[in-house]
């Protein structure tokens, strides 16, 4: 049973570039959710995804943009990078709350 | 603002000893997860709670949800090196997405 899968691994990116990360859930699971992890923290909540909408948001700029697709999977788009974008970025995928989300492996991007 | 506080930020011990660490929030959880996570790995989930007063083992962990549902503890017995990583507790605070931790990095030492 494949897990939740991320591509790329890992990715580097120019200032002032334009990224696209990709995930496919855990078969079963419905909600995308994406995190981004500053090196030594816990996973920050960027936005939620359920039947190809945004349902829920964190606290990040404009610049962070989402889509879901009818197979479930889902991409995550950056603009115009910054430096400080650096970072791990989990996916995860769930079914029940209660019975917590499956994640990636995650995408580590670098911007230079 | 909710926040989930984890203590100790920093853990390093023996392999053999004993630990606890903990979860603490000034708000109330429906549920709260424990995760552990490995370097370049994403998150694994360990246990979930729901209960308040919970008490859950898994093999040498045991986990405990307070009786307010506003916080909890991961004991671990007789560490092993392969106990090292991030641990990191989550909630959901009813509003579908789940809140994480600032995390406790544990290093057993052999």
């Known amino acids: 049973d494949a897990g939740v899968t991320q591509s790329p691994t890992h990715l580097i990116k120019t200032r002032g570039q334009q990224v696209t990360l990709r995930c496919s859930p855990k078969?079963?699971?419905?909600?995308v959710s994406w995190y981004q992890q500053a090196l030594g923290q816990g996973p920050q909540f960027i936005f939620q995804?359920?039947?190809?909408?945004?349902?829920q948001r964190g606290n990040f700029p404009d610049r962070f943009s989402g889509h879901q697709f009818p197979n479930y999977s889902s991409e995550l788009n950056v603009n115009a990078l910054l430096l400080g974008d650096s970072a791990l970025y989990l996916c995860a995928s769930s079914g029940e709350i209660n019975y917590g989300y499956t994640f990636g492996s995650g995408t580590r991007l670098t911007v230079v | 603002t909710q926040l989930l506080e984890q203590s100790p930020q920093f853990l390093s011990i023996q392999e053999g000893e004993n630990l606890t660490v903990y979860c603490n929030s000034s708000s109330v959880f429906s549920s709260l997860q424990w995760y552990r996570q490995e370097p370049g790995e994403g998150p694994v989930l360990l246990v979930t709670v729901v209960t308040g007063g919970e008490v859950k083992k898994l093999k040498r962990l045991t986990f405990q949800f307070g009786d307010a549902r506003k916080d909890s503890s991961l004991h671990i017995t007789a560490a092993q090196t392969g106990d090292t990583g991030l641990y990191l507790c989550?909630?959901?605070?009813?509003?579908?997405?789940?809140?994480f931790g600032t995390g406790t990095r544990l290093t057993i030492i052999p």
């Open positions: 995804y359920y039947e190809e909408e945004e349902r």
């Open positions: 989550a909630v959901n605070f009813g509003n579908e997405k789940l809140t």
């Open positions: 078969s079963g699971h419905d909600t």
